[in-house]
T-cell receptor, first 110, second 110 residues
Framework: GQQVMQIPQYQHVQEGEDFTTYCNSS?????IQWYKQRPGGHPVFLIQ?????EVKKQKRLTFQFGEAKKNSSLHITATQTTDVGTYFC??????????FGAGTRLTVKP | NAGVTQTPKFQVLKTGQSMTLQCAQD?????MYWYRQDPGMGLRLIYY???????DKGEVPNGYNVSRLNKREFSLRLESAAPSQTSVYFC?????????FGPGTRLTVT
């Protein structure tokens, strides 16, 4: 079955350092989504990537979708304390078949 | 708009007891979902409903049943709770790309 692996499981950074989380699928995806979950909160949609090699930016966040549509990454430049939370990728092969990665928990030391 | 609401927020059950988790959305979305979230495992899809009157199994449906009561409401029932069902349960709805999550129900089965 479809598997979505995400690494690292945890990342602790000093405020101002960069952060990257990686997502890999065992199968080719039709699209990948990224979500952020603050401690004690619920997942909140960040972005969807659909095209091979696609790169999208949201302020300090850069999202990439691999050429083979089997991997993706989220990069945060110059982390801030407000970036704290768990970042999940979720890959789909078709509608209503979205599989979430285990998430990367980011902590930021001020 | 309240978005996606879930009740109850917390619940403790004894093994073998039954209960229903309630979910409602006021965004007129066709699709609704139930996920469970366990530490280190991300979110796993239990059941989904692509439209009113239809339901389908997700990745981990065993031990659960669902009812799409109307377009707004999608309930999850545990007929005979087991300790392995201790988890945080999230309901979500979507119309196209974005899934909107409710605040979650933290369920403990002793």
């Amino acid at each position: 079955g479809q598997q979505v692996m995400q690494i690292p499981q945890y990342q602790h950074v000093q405020e101002g350092e960069d952060f990257t989380t990686y997502c890999n699928s065992s199968t080719t995806l039709s699209n990948i989504q990224w979500y952020k979950q603050r401690p004690g909160g619920h997942p909140v949609f960040l972005i969807q990537l659909v095209k091979s090699g696609e790169v999208k930016k949201q302020k300090r966040l850069t999202f990439q979708f691999g050429e083979a549509k089997k991997n993706s990454s989220l990069h945060i430049t110059a982390t801030q304390t407000t970036d704290v939370g768990t970042y999940f990728c979720a890959g789909s092969r078709h509608n209503n078949d979205m599989r979430f990665g285990a998430g990367t928990r980011l902590t930021v030391k001020p | 708009n309240a978005g996606v609401t879930q009740t109850p927020k917390f619940q403790v059950l004894k093994t073998g007891q039954s209960m229903t988790l309630q979910c409602a959305q006021d965004m007129n979305h066709n699709s609704m979902y139930w996920y469970r979230q366990d530490p280190g495992m991300g979110l796993r899809l239990i059941y989904y409903s692509a439209s009113e009157g239809t339901t389908d199994k997700g990745e981990v449906p065993n031990g659960y049943n669902v009812s799409r009561l109307n377009k707004r409401e999608f309930s999850l029932r545990l007929e005979s709770a087991a300790p392995s069902q201790t988890s945080v349960y999230f309901c979500a709805s979507s119309e196209a790309v974005t899934q909107y999550f409710g605040p979650g129900t933290r369920l403990t089965v002793t």
